[in-house]
C-alpha cells in the first residue's frame, strides 16, 4: 500500500491541525488509517496495563505513533536511577496510556517541559555541547540526517524526525555503555512489544544495532518477530565494515533493514544507501 507524502501541514482525525517545522513534510492518511493505526495502539497499552511488570519494561518510546517509520535502537544512553531516568524511561508508558493527542504543533520549542511526543523540540542538527547550543546526541544526529535524505531535505538543520517516525529501545533499561547494560527487559519487551501488531504495523522498520535479536542457525527472531523474510545482505560504499540487511514481508508491504548501532563510526554513505532503499520501496510515495 502507498502511502502520499505532502509538503503542506494537514488535519488529524484526532487532533485537528498538526503543524510541521520547516523543512518538514507530512504525511496524510485516511480516517480508515488512522482509527487503525490508534485502534492498534490502544490494544497494545490495554495489554500493558494488564501486566504485572514494572513501568520501565513497558517503555514504548517516542514520536509520532501514528506515522509509518519505526526505529528501533539497542537502549537509551542514560543513567538509571537519574532524574532523566525517571522522566523519559518510567513516566513514559503512563504518557501514552492516558494520551490520545498526537498533535506536536502544539508543543512549545526549547521548553523545560519534557515531551514523550516530540522530546527536546527546538534541537538543531549538531552535537550538544551540554551548555546552551541545543544539539543533540550523536545518534540522533544520525537518526536526522538518515531521515533528511529519506525526504529529500539535506539542507535541513533542525532535528525534526519525531514528527514522522516513532523510536523505540530493544532493551528499556538505559545504560550508557552497552557491555555494562542490563538486558532483563528484553525477552518481555520481544515477546509482548515488538511482536504486537502495534509495532508490525509499520511498513517501514530501521534496527539500530543488530545484537540483540539472535539471528544464528535456524533461530531467527528478526524474521519471527517482525513477520519478515532475509532478502539480501549490501556493504554501504562497497566496504564490508557498513553492512545493511534487508528483509520483506511476503506481500511487500513491509521493508525491515538492520544495520549496526547508529551512534559512532556511521558514515553519510550508509545513511543515504538505508535512505535509497527506503525510497525506492515505493511504500512511501514522496512528492517532489
Known amino acids: 500500500m502507498w502511502t502520499k507524502w505532502i509538503y503542506r501541514p494537514t488535519f488529524s482525525l484526532y487532533c485537528g491541525y498538526t503543524g510541521v517545522t520547516k523543512n518538514s513534510q507530512k504525511i496524510h492518511k485516511t480516517n480508515q488509517e488512522l482509527k487503525m493505526k490508534e485502534k492498534l495502539f490502544r490494544e497494545l497499552l490495554n495489554e500493558l496495563n494488564n501486566k504485572n511488570k514494572n513501568d520501565e519494561y513497558k517503555y514504548i ?109 530493544v532493551n528499556s533499561t538505559p545504560s550508557k555503555k552497552t557491555i555494562d547494560a542490563d538486558t532483563s527487559s528484553i525477552d518481555f519487551r520481544k515477546e509482548n512489544l515488538l511482536n504486537s501488531e502495534f509495532f508490525n504495523s509499520f511498513s517501514i522498520v530501521i534496527i539500530s544495532g543488530v545484537g540483540y535479536f539472535d539471528t544464528t542457525g535456524n533461530n531467527n527472531e528478526i524474521e519471527d518477530i517482525f513477520k519478515v523474510k532475509f532478502s539480501e545482505i549490501k556493504n554501504a560504499g562497497n566496504k564490508p565494515k557498513q553492512p545493511y540487511w534487508l528483509h520483506w514481508n511476503n506481500e511487500k508491504t513491509k521493508l525491515l533493514i ?12 550508509l545513511l543515504q544507501e538505508i535512505a535509497t532503499e527506503i525510497r525506492n520501496s515505493n511504500l512511501i510515495k514522496l512528492v517532489e
Open 61 to 169: 518510546g517516542t514520536g509520532n505513533p501514528m506515522s509509518d517509520i519505526l526505529i528501533i535502537g539497542k537502549e537509551t544512553a542514560v543513567s538509571v536511577n537519574s532524574e532523566q531516568y525517571k522522566t523519559e524511561t518510567l513516566e513514559n508508558f503512563n504518557f501514552w496510556l492516558n494520551n490520545q493527542d498526537y498533535n506536536s504543533g502544539e508543543i512549545i520549542e526549547r521548553s523545560n517541559q519534557y515531551s514523550h511526543l516530540y522530546p527536546y523540540k527546538g534541537q538543531v542538527l549538531k552535537k550538544n555541547n551540554f551548555k546552551d547550543n541545543w544539539g543533540t546526541s550523536v545518534t540522533w544526529m544520525n537518526y536526522q540526517k538518515l531521515y533528511n535524505y529519506i525526504f529529500n531535505t539535506p539542507q535541513n538543520k533542525q532535528i525534526n524526525f519525531h514528527e514522522n517516525s516513532f523510536i523505540t529501545e
Open 258 to 269: 538492520n544495520t549496526y548501532q547508529l551512534s559512532i563510526g556511521v558514515s553519510d554513505v
